[in-house]
């Protein structure tokens, strides 16, 4: 039998130089004691819940940094628990750390605003990489980018027409994005396909062009459009 009340937050002499807190959910003990031992060792302070009633207390009572959610709870879903935040309007990280690892469940993780999305069994290098590159990310960037009606939230990867969410995909959204923020430059096939695929181009130019193909009509009511440059690239550009 658990004990029903929130596990302590755990400190290490790190902690002083390091004052990000971190909210851990994950009903397996071994997985949940191993996670706040690696968390605090490296650094952070760490809360630590086995189920979502335990989850909901630390929230309450604290305003953690990031949260490591599981998805398979005793007591619900994780990802009802992330839905619950942004429906509020909630930005704080999510980095999703499941077994539920096939592609339509790391799609929703994502579509419901998830930040990050790491399958079991994970390295924990990746999990320190992941909490690094987001508060890095998060001390680099604005919470949002507007351009006109057209509105990105930063931290839950959703564009917005006029408060009007544009249902991206996180490639659409990143792709939409890269563009908005070079407006009335011009970016090479090459150069997109690098930032947003995160590989070389090669011959693969269809996939930039049925990518922004998708977003023309999209953005229309935007008063935005991205026009092509034949031998050279893709302008972002008020209409």
């Known amino acids: 039998m658990t004990n029903n009340s929130p596990p302590s937050t755990l400190n290490s002499p790190l902690s002083i130089l390091n004052s ?54 005793p007591n619900g879903n994780g990802l009802d628990l992330l839905q619950e935040l942004r429906s509020v309007g909630n930005k704080v990280p999510v980095i999703m750390l499941t077994a539920w690892g096939e592609p339509k469940d790391v799609s929703r993780g994502y579509r419901l605003g998830a930040t990050a999305y790491l399958s079991k069994p994970f390295d924990y290098d990746a999990v320190e990489a992941a909490i690094e590159s987001i508060f890095g990310h998060l001390e680099q960037v604005p919470e949002s980018v507007s351009k006109g009606s057209l509105t990105f939230d930063i931290l839950s990867g959703r564009a917005f027409i006029e408060g009007v969410d544009m249902l991206l995909t996180p490639k659409d959204f990143a792709l939409l994005l890269l563009l908005a923020q070079n407006e009335d430059r011009v970016l090479r096939a090459e150069l997109i ?27 229309e009511p935007s008063g935005y459009s991205v026009t092509m440059t034949r031998g050279k690239g893709y302008v972002f550009e008020r209409v």
Request: charge should be neutral; charged fraction near 25%; include cysteine.
């Open 193 to 219: 396909y690098e930032k947003v695929w995160k590989a070389p181009l090669a011959e693969n130019t269809a996939a930039v062009q049925r990518a922004i193909s998708r977003l023309r009509g999209k953005i």
């Open 20 to 73: 990000k807190l971190l909210l851990c959910v994950e009903d397996d003990l071994k997985i949940l004691a191993n996670n706040l031992s690696e968390l605090t060792s490296a650094g952070y302070r760490v809360l630590g819940a086995e189920n979502l009633a335990q989850a909901r207390e630390h929230l309450a009572a604290e305003k953690p940094d990031a949260i490591l959610l599981d998805i398979m709870l």
